[in-house]
Nanobody, 124 residues
């Protein structure tokens, strides 16, 4: 039984920081690309960062580049997202998700095999 469990969300003032964690179980973690996506009310789901199986290749969406940092620890079966200089526009539910390969659909939310339940980030 595969589980992805996010944590670390919360309420933060503009300019503040948060660190999101996603701990997985039952997943062949080292064989999966891991991504963070977000969805705000009334908006489409948006891929914001993806990291390769060994952590050496990272791609960010244009709205968060240089403010957010994705990382992974394969020994802990976990992926992280450091959020800095947060803006009210970053308010959303943040999800981690896994996929077996990288392609341009990563930002759309398609092609993922497992999802977490999400953690809410509110910037106000």
């Amino acid at each position: 039984h595969v589980q992805l469990v996010e944590s670390g969300g919360g309420l933060v003032h503009p300019g503040g920081s948060l660190r999101l964690s996603c701990v997985t179980s039952g997943l062949d973690f080292g064989s999966h690309f891991m991504a963070w996506l977000r969805q705000a009310p009334g908006k489409e789901r948006e891929g914001i960062a993806i990291i390769s199986t060994n952590g050496r290749a990272i791609t960010y969406g244009p709205s968060v580049e240089r403010r957010f940092t994705i990382s992974r620890d394969n020994a802990k079966n976990a992926v992280y997202l450091q959020l800095n200089n947060l803006d009210p526009e970053d308010t959303a539910m943040y999800y981690c998700a896994s996929r077996m390969s990288f392609d341009v659909s990563w930002r759309t939310g398609r092609g993922y095999n497992y999802w977490g339940q999400g953690t809410q980030v509110t910037v106000s």
